[in-house]
């Protein structure tokens, strides 16, 4: 789920739109990462496509943070009392978040609600989301050189997350062609949902972008833990399907 034509010899940074009733802040600065080659070889989807590429495992493994302690949400409240500018940003954070309903638990929940690619003048496709995280294939087709971009609706519980971020990886008959990365934010738990777009971006044209794709998505945060993970295949044609 991530092509931009225009970004095929370079990275390109975009903000993205997030939306949240109170209790969330998302990062200013958004992070992506764009890396995308021709394939111009027509060949059946090889299966190795499907698999963990091994420079895919060494930027997971490089990347990861070493945290401190972690703390209930309760126990981030009371901390540094007499500093005012932190407390008035943890209340801007927090909202009308019950401290004593949520405070004692450690670890963040972050549920993905729903997934929806729009594209102007289309009506929305809305994507299933498995529990196994291996929806049908194709889960979804495009046309070729449409714009689109993909929304998605998802809620925190039991703590505040920290650095949430959505990466994508596709491949074409075993080769990476794209690999993405955006930078959410972190976000506090509340009942209501928390919405984000990712930026517009245009599929690729012609007849060697035609055809099958896999790709694998996920949804992790500053520790590298993962809420999601979807292993998909797509299907790029000359025109959409028919609904």
């Known amino acids: 789920m991530g092509f931009d034509d225009k970004n095929k010899e370079g990275k390109e940074e975009s903000a993205p739109v997030c939306e949240g009733k109170k209790g969330g802040i998302a990062d200013s600065d958004s992070e992506i990462e764009h890396e995308v080659h021709e394939n111009k070889v027509s060949r059946q989807m090889s299966e190795s496509s499907m698999y963990t590429t091994e420079d895919e495992d060494e930027d997971e493994n490089t990347n990861k943070i070493e ?34 309903a949520v405070g004692e638990s450690l670890d963040p929940e972050v549920k993905i609600l729903s997934l929806e690619i729009k594209s102007p003048g289309r009506a929305d496709i809305v994507l299933p989301i498995p529990e196994d995280g291996k929806p049908k294939s194709p889960w979804f087709v495009l046309k070729e050189g449409s714009k689109y971009h993909l929304k998605f609706t998802f809620q925190v519980n039991n703590n505040i997350v920290t650095g949430l971020k959505y990466t994508n990886t596709v491949w074409k008959t075993g080769i990476k062609v794209d690999s993405m990365k955006e930078m ?5 738990p509340q009942t209501e949902p928390y919405t984000h777009e990712m930026p517009e971006e245009t599929t690729p044209s012609g007849i060697f972008a035609r055809g099958s794709y896999s790709a694998r998505t996920k949804f992790l945060d500053d520790d590298n833990k993962c809420y999601l993970e979807i292993n998909y295949t797509f299907d790029i044609k000359k025109e959409w399907q028919a609904i």
């Not at 302690?69 to 801007?92: G, I, N, V």
């Not at 959410?184 to 506090?188: E, H, P, Y």
């Open 67 to 100: 945290l401190g302690p972690q703390c209930t949400l309760k126990e981030q409240f009371e901390k540094d009392k007499d500093d005012e500018s932190l407390r008035r940003w943890k209340e801007q954070l927090l909202g009308s978040v019950d401290i004593n």
């Open 184 to 188: 959410i934010g972190a976000f506090s």
